[in-house]
């Protein structure tokens, strides 16, 4: 493949480059709570990212080397970012832990990560660092000294060296749970195409704001919320994740006040906000415009989207703006993506035909019907294929596994050289892991062949609260099985195990209980079921691994757990 042109050569040329507008330069609005608001300038940003860069350097961090960051949304949090590839290395983001109940999720999730990126430093709250035992070889920063430090106009800079296309910028999680993620190796080439795929296909200008709750330690929140707009020398503003929870109208009241153009969530949002946002919370609220909303992260469902849009169309919402994208962290972010100016476009298929590897169109108010969002075309220089088991070419409206490649892609997953090699296919096709057709040049996603749980955009792996479930006494090991599952009308997925266990019943409450409380400790995810069932009850292939698949069938269809004490916990 030819080289992909970028108006940047990176994402931190850019950042440079847009500063050196000084007093005009884009400025990044934080809003840690209602009526409080912090001004970060390109410029400003510039110099402390400097200042952070020469005092994590004082911490024995340089070039090539790998860095934790363990921070909420914020200036520490933008400030270390930057001042990290400043220095040549690349900065992981995970989650803060929510709380620190023997901080024993906290100690495994982080253990876990140091011993697999081994990084230099990790650079989080002074909470975690109190809650933290020593971690080897790590250096544990504190991020708001770290940013006391970059904001002190006497503190020296690193000398600024923008990096080389092919350097690393970023390593990406490519889970949101606990346990051992793979580490997503990003180049600056990798990332500055992708900046400029995105932004080239939605028309994001420099005129166009950013509004952004997406956490940053997501893909979808850091690139979306800092690095699209900063490729493109866009303002953007940043409010807290929980915000969302807390007050819904928040997210739109910022998109009217600070004229948002641009906005990502994933589905579950739009659901949310349609059904908690009050009329009363929107006096005053318009939203004419926002013209560029990315929905991806996790399926799309019409019904969601469509309930979104006539919901608060009356406040200016332009009825054609949603952008169902698909992407994931291997392709920097997004591989597809519609166009501002195109509708919400769905298939309804048959179930039947589907399941047999055809998208055949059904009565769209058939009981055989489903509905598969139209997720876009590829962005520029970017191919997508649908091939079978075999890897053998399939045409449209055949359904197979999905494969993609492009100046975005990912060089591998940090230090696994052997899954790297598992998940490509000559010449330079990257497995997706996911199954879908194409129709009329777009990409439709039908399922996933991979395990992920996906709640509220974060992918969790089935084994982290399958793991944390058999530590329960009670609990037979190697009999837990996490799955997925969303109800009809719901706008996400929840959380359900299927646990065996040889208890009498009236042991079965309080083990439920036990379970949904270590599984909640350990992962910050609460099940919203726990199904007991007696031993040998969960499928397993004949060397005895655990048939999720399977499993997943079964609960779903309801059939499979007919007469047993299938009880949500609540």
């Known amino acids: 493949m030819t080289a992909f042109h970028t108006r940047s050569a990176s994402v931190l040329h850019a950042l440079w480059e847009h500063a050196e507008r000084g007093s005009d330069a884009p400025v990044i609005k934080l809003i840690p709570e209602p009526g409080r608001e912090e001004l970060l300038r390109y410029d400003t940003l510039v110099e402390n990212a400097a200042r952070c860069a020469a005092a994590l350097a004082e911490h024995g961090v340089g070039r090539g080397d790998r860095v934790v960051l363990c921070l909420p949304t914020g200036q520490a949090f933008l400030t270390a970012f930057f001042g990290i590839q400043l220095l040549g290395a690349m900065p992981t983001a995970i989650s803060v832990p929510m709380r620190f109940g023997g901080a024993a999720g906290v100690e495994g999730q ?74 997503v190796m990003i180049s600056h080439a990798n990332m500055a195409a992708n900046c400029e795929q995105f932004i080239s296909a939605a028309g994001w200008t420099r005129a166009d704001t950013a509004v952004n709750w997406v956490p940053l330690y997501h893909d979808m929140g850091l690139f979306t919320g800092v690095l699209y ?24 009241r910022h998109i009217s006040a600070h004229r948002g153009a641009v906005s990502a969530a994933p589905n579950f949002a739009f659901g949310y906000a349609a059904a908690r946002i009050r009329d009363e919370e929107l006096d005053g609220v318009d939203l004419s415009s926002w013209r560029i909303s990315i929905c991806g992260a996790e399926p799309i469902q019409p019904a969601t989207m469509e309930r979104f849009f006539e919901r608060f169309g009356r406040w200016g919402l332009p009825a054609t703006m949603p952008l169902p994208s698909y992407g ?3 392709a920097s972010l997004i591989i597809t993506t519609t166009r501002p100016e195109e509708p919400l476009r769905f298939d309804s298929i048959d179930r039947r035909s589907a399941a ?105 792996f089935p084994s982290d609260f399958e793991q944390a479930a058999e ?28 646990v065996e266990t040889e208890l009498d019943g009236e042991q079965h409450e309080p083990l439920r209980q036990a379970v949904r409380a270590a599984v909640t400790s350990a992962t910050g995810v609460p ?4 199904h007991l069932v007696p031993k040998r009850s969960i499928p397993k292939t004949t060397s005895g691994k655990l ?14 757990l007919a007469g047993l004490p299938a009880t949500s916990a609540q």
């Not at 048939?547 to 499979?560: E, S, W």
């Open 110 to 183: 982080l253990k876990d990560l140091a011993g697999y990126l081994r990084p230099a430093a990790l650079v989080t709250t002074a909470d975690v660092i109190e809650a933290l035992p020593h971690l080897v070889d790590t250096h544990l920063v504190d991020g708001e000294q770290l940013l006391a430090r970059a904001t002190s106009s006497d503190a020296p800079k690193h000398p600024v060296r923008l990096p080389k296309s092919e350097d690393l910028a970023l390593i990406q999680c490519t889970s949101g749970s606990t346990g051992r993620p793979k580490g």
């Open 328 to 330: 994931m962290a291997e």
């Open 229 to 252: 707009p900063v490729y493109a020398g866009a303002d953007s503003v940043l409010m807290p994740p929980s915000r969302l929870l807390r007050a819904p109208a928040d997210w739109l």
């Open 527 to 530: 099940p919203a079921g726990i």
């Open 471 to 498: 530590k329960v006494p009670g609990v037979r090991l190697g009999a837990v099985v996490a799955v997925g599952h969303q109800p009809e009308h719901s706008d996400t997925e929840e959380l359900h195990l299927i």
């Open 356 to 460: 047999e590897g055809r998208a055949v169109d059904a009565e769209p108010h058939s009981a055989d019907a489903v509905r598969i969002v139209d997720c876009g075309r590829p962005v520029a220089d970017t191919e997508v294929r649908i091939v079978d088991e075999h890897g053998q070419l399939l045409g449209e409206n055949r359904i197979g596994h999905i494969q993609f490649r492009g100046p975005a892609r990912t060089l591998g997953y940090f230090d696994l050289p052997e899954e790297t090699a598992a998940t490509t296919d000559a010449p330079d096709w990257w497995k997706t892991g996911d199954i879908g057709y194409l129709r009329d040049g777009g990409l439709r996603i039908t399922s996933r062949a991979k395990d992920l749980i996906i709640i509220r955009g974060a992918n969790y």
């Open 547 to 560: 048939q999720r698949a399977k499993a997943r069938g079964l609960f779903v269809a309801q059939d499979g």
